[in-house]
């Protein structure tokens, strides 16, 4: 992928994931997560895997990322679920070795919380599709760590840009790239005029303040 290109991404990304309805945009009449908190956003990147253009986009960018700034990177690791398919095939076009991780161990068997390989000395690469407070990414980041490799970084699809998950990232001493993001995703919104003008507002201050957002 070219330097232009890769700098065009977040705005490709975001209208991609517009178009499939992988993101909807209701600032006026919120969703609500199972936290309880009012969000004007709703996100199901796993709507990608049904459309081959744009998944590869996805895959071409993230391998276009490492072969940029981990270049001596040595297996790609997805978390569960949703960041394995886009794991693979990232591995796949970087001719790497590919594991996954689980949210927890498992309860049976060998309990294993990373199933294929990951070796002591290793240079991985976790990819993820959403990062929120980024909690469950980073827990997936330190599994890997206990197992003695070196975490690159976490690359992932699209992130809300939440000041706590950037700095959880920073504490880490993890670095984090994201495709696209939530700034980029409501400037194509405005621009395709699925939003008004008179909303960006509303939808900025989400990000900023999410448990003060609808009260």
């Not at 499939?20 to 709703?42: C, E, M, Q």
Request: glycine content about 8%.
């Amino acid at each position: 992928m070219s330097e232009t290109k890769l700098t065009q991404l977040p705005a490709t990304i975001a209208g991609h994931l517009l178009d499939i309805g992988a993101v909807h945009l209701r600032p006026n009449d919120p969703f609500t997560w199972t936290s309880g908190i009012k969000s004007p956003i709703y996100c199901d990147n796993r709507l990608t895997m049904g459309f081959p253009i744009i998944r590869d986009t996805i895959a071409e960018g993230f391998a276009s990322i490492i072969r940029a700034k981990y270049p001596d990177a040595t297996v790609i690791a997805g978390t569960a679920t949703a960041g394995i398919p886009h794991a693979a095939w990232v591995a796949q076009k970087l001719n790497l070795p590919m594991a996954y991780v689980r949210d927890k161990a498992k309860g049976h068997g060998k309990q294993n919380q990373i199933e294929g390989r990951i070796e002591p000395g290793q240079k991985v690469v976790v990819i993820e599709d959403l990062i929120s407070t980024g909690g469950s990414s980073l827990k997936a980041a330190l599994a890997v760590r206990e197992e003695g490799a070196q975490v690159m970084g976490v690359l992932a699809i699209f992130t809300y840009q939440f000041a706590q998950a950037e700095q959880a990232f920073i504490d880490a001493g993890i670095p984090l790239e994201t495709l696209s993001n939530y700034t980029s995703l409501v400037d194509e919104a405005l621009r395709r005029g699925t939003i008004q003008s008179a909303d960006v507002a509303l939808l900025q201050s989400w990000r900023e303040d999410p448990q003060a957002f609808g009260k």
